[in-house]
């Protein structure tokens, strides 16, 4: 069965300041994975997926992240925080041979403090 | 082009009565999912639709929960004999097919049920 976990519900990173947001998942086929970003009163905005490929994947707004099979993972990152990236996020993986129904972590609430 | 619509934008009704939510896809997307976002979690899958048939309704929570896409196109969620646990944040999602890497979301329908 196809899971997400988001490590932090909440995270908090300084104006500047390296952000990184956790997603560990699990599937028994190789993942899609994805990155959607939720502002408030907002509907899903896509950041960034991954489905075969170059394993670092670059997305909008400035924003990464790598696909780790050995580790299953795929952290989002970015270099520098900006005010404007306060939002929630979230991780999700699908399974394209199962109709590609996504699976999503419960959410991370990002704050950027100035 | 125009996006995923989904109407209302906000429903507020009486425990044990019956609701319809609307969804129009982006035109010529196929596949058609439902999800339900409740406070504080990340959207749970609900049903999805290839054409006019649901090809997997594994989680709808009950039988009180019904979708129909009668023309491949609009969907209507239905929920009878509403409860105040149904409240939620109802989303639509849309696939040009089903397996598709990519899915586009409505800003949902925000239900409350009193």
């Known amino acids: 069965a196809q899971s997400v976990t988001q490590l932090g519900s909440h995270v908090s990173v300084s104006e500047g300041a390296l952000v990184l947001l956790r997603c560990n998942y699990s599937?028994?086929?190789?993942?899609?994975l994805f990155w959607y970003v939720q502002y408030p009163n907002q509907g899903l905005q896509l950041l960034l997926k991954?489905?075969?490929?170059?394993?670092l994947v670059k997305g909008i707004n400035g924003f990464e992240a790598e696909f780790k099979k050995s580790e299953t993972s795929f952290h989002l990152t970015k270099p520098s925080a900006h005010m404007s990236d306060a939002a929630e996020y979230f991780c999700?993986?699908?399974?394209?041979?199962?109709?590609?129904?996504?699976?999503f972590g419960t959410g991370t609430s990002l704050t950027v403090i100035p | 082009g125009a996006g995923v619509s989904q109407t209302p934008s906000n429903k507020v009704t009486e425990k044990g009565k019956y609701v319809e939510l609307r969804c129009d896809p982006i035109s010529g997307h196929t596949a058609l999912y439902w999800y339900r976002q409740s406070l504080g979690q990340g959207p749970e899958f609900l049903i999805y639709?290839?054409?006019?048939?649901?090809?997997?309704d594994s989680g709808l929570p009950n039988d009180r929960f019904f979708a129909v896409r009668p023309e491949g196109s609009v969907s209507t969620l239905k929920i009878q004999r509403t409860e105040r646990g149904d409240s939620a944040v109802y989303l639509c999602?849309?696939?040009?097919?089903?397996?598709?890497?990519?899915?586009?979301f409505g800003p949902g329908t925000r239900l409350t049920v009193l």
């Open positions: 999700a993986v699908s399974e394209w041979n199962t109709g590609n129904q996504f699976y």
């Open positions: 639709f290839q054409g006019t048939g649901a090809a997997d």
């Open positions: 991954y489905t075969t490929g170059a394993t």
């Open positions: 999602a849309s696939s040009r097919l089903a397996g598709d890497d990519e899915q586009f």
């Open positions: 599937s028994s086929v190789p993942p899609y």
